[in-house]
């Protein structure tokens, strides 16, 4: 289970805002002012990246467009790492939120539709990852090809972590649903490397977010130490400083669970939803819904 920070949608304001805009760059193809207006549009996206949205109708509904239109923007900005960042989480977000969460839901009753989501939700990753990667590769020609040598030196900057977050995390999502291809479960120790690179240049990103996302990929590997796993867990939890709904479900998840600790597992979850954050996002919101469904199916889970 990873961990992941809030996700956002545009608010009506800013979606005429960004029509009107699109117009724009329509109207002056071809002329010199046109990049500055593609700047601007790509500057506005990117900020839109770190706005709140507490609706989950809303954010569903909405997220198509703003993706679309911001990867439209990006692929003329390609070194807009902020806006590079904003699309890599977009898919990201979705891909978990509203993809591969409700194929879970429907597997027991539907799971031909289920893997059909699964396969969706898969290719986002993989569209996440790509977007992501592209952007570190300006600064680091070679990296991606570099992660699978443990000898290789990389280091990523403190403003280049939440890049590798997405990167890692949009990773480890596509491999998740992956496992009938061996070839694309197999690049699992690159995406744990450069979730590493990502921590060692900005340990508290987004209060213990990249932690959480350790812990997660620790407790998954094969081999995996569930001590160390569970000691990044317990620090993400103290970074947030218990704040993050998330982090007690990815630790019941991915400790409890796996224990068979249903009595740790139902306390994880139930501390997830005691959580009243001052300013609820939409993913305290989901990771809340997710820890109500996952109490529904503890009885068949253990």
Known sequence: ????????????????????????????????????????????????????????????????????????????????????????????????????SEAERIEANDSKQAEALRQRAAAMYRRARGHALAALEQSHPGLTAALSNSESRLILSREEAGLGYWAAAAWAGWISLSKDHPDIVADLPQAVR???LAWEADPEWQHGTLTGLLATLEAARPGGDRQQATRWFDQAIAQSAGRNPGAYVAKAEGVALPAGDRSEFEALLNKALAVTPEKPGLQDLLMQRRARWLLEQAPDLF
Do not use: N, W
């Open 194 to 196: 450069l979730a590493r």
């Open 1 to 100: 289970m990873l961990i992941f920070k809030r996700s956002r949608s545009p608010s009506p304001l800013l979606a005429r805002r960004l029509v009107l805009l699109a117009g724009l760059l329509a109207l002056l193809a071809g002329c010199t002012p046109r990049q500055l207006i593609v700047g601007s549009l790509a500057d506005e996206l990117a900020a839109q990246g770190s706005q709140q949205e507490s609706d989950l109708e809303l954010a569903r509904d909405a997220a198509p467009f703003y993706l679309k239109l911001s990867e439209s923007v990006l692929q003329q900005q390609s070194g807009h790492r902020a806006l590079a960042e904003a699309v890599a989480g977009g898919f990201t977000r979705y891909a978990y939120a509203f993809i591969a």
